[in-house]
């Protein structure tokens, strides 16, 4: 029964994401997401912080590990919350590592997955990456990372190394879950994102593109990420403000995860 309930839900929210959101103008999806974004800012919002962690998460002290993104001493809305900052942050024990917390929902060589069809075109997956996208190398690896509403909304840097390129590309805000949609990196293909490449210590390019979901302004990037600015593996360089998801395209393949798996953070890729 309960697999069956599961079923239905998606199916409906796949209905939904694709038939209903899908084919909004973006401006009319702009104009919803302002009145979505804006409930996570009211002060009241703030009273749904506690249930909310209580829903999600097993551990009752979840929230100890992180202050307010404020600054303030406690929470002043959701927003607050959402985006909310390590007391402590993981310790990096490694030289490549997962640049953020969430779904892993797929991944592989790529130029081995399937082509995608956005709007009945079939497009590449290199086609996230924008403009350097014919340029990543054969060989390296794509990974599609899903962030929950109740994962970590921030991004770091993968490797130590220096920021090559900046590019903001703009485009539709539809919804991410990578289960409405028989290819879980349609969004990606659709969606307002900034990509950032990464020059590593060995002279290999990283590709992080930074896709928003349904908000506005959903994509912050940290006051020193910047063309040239050097970066250490899991220095932050990006906040989502809301609805997220990051694709990767790294030169080195991922073993210590599977498609399916939660990944966090400052882990190790291998």
């Not at 401006?27 to 009145?35: E, F, L, N």
């Not at 990974?143 to 703009?170: D, M, Q, T, W």
């Not at 990051?246 to 995860?257: G, H």
Request: aromatic share 12%; net charge positive.
């Amino acid at each position: 029964m309960a697999v069956a309930k599961l079923i239905l839900k998606r199916s409906f929210f796949s209905f939904i994401s694709i038939y209903v959101w899908g084919i909004m103008p973006g401006r009319t999806q702009r104009w919803i997401s302002r009145i979505y974004a804006d409930v996570y800012n009211k002060n009241w919002s703030k009273k749904l912080i506690k249930p909310y962690c209580k829903a999600h998460y097993p551990d009752p002290n979840y929230i100890d590990q992180f202050i307010p993104a404020s600054g303030a001493e406690t929470y002043k809305n959701f927003q607050d919350f959402f985006t909310r900052l390590w007391k402590v942050p993981p310790t990096i024990k490694t030289e490549h590592v997962w640049a953020c917390e969430g779904l892993l929902c797929e991944y592989g060589n790529i130029d081995n997955l399937n082509l995608v069809r956005v709007k009945g075109q079939k497009r590449h997956l290199r086609t996230i990456f924008g403009e350097a996208g014919e340029g990543i190398p054969k060989g390296y690896y794509f990974s599609n990372i899903f962030l929950h509403n109740n994962n970590y909304h921030r991004i770091h840097a993968p490797v130590n190394g220096k920021i090559s390129r900046i590019e903001h590309i703009p485009g539709d805000l539809v919804l991410l879950r990578p289960w409405a949609y028989k290819n879980p990196s349609l969004p990606a293909l659709r969606n307002e994102r900034i990509n950032v490449d990464i020059v590593d210590e060995e002279g290999n390019t990283w590709y992080l593109s930074i896709v928003g979901g349904p908000g506005v302004g959903a994509i912050v990037l940290g006051d020193e990420t910047s063309i040239e600015s050097s970066v250490e593996a899991g220095k932050e360089i990006a906040t989502f403000l809301l609805g997220s998801t990051c694709c990767i395209a790294s030169p080195i393949p991922v073993t210590k995860n599977k498609i399916g798996d939660q990944v966090f953070m400052g882990e190790p890729l291998q």
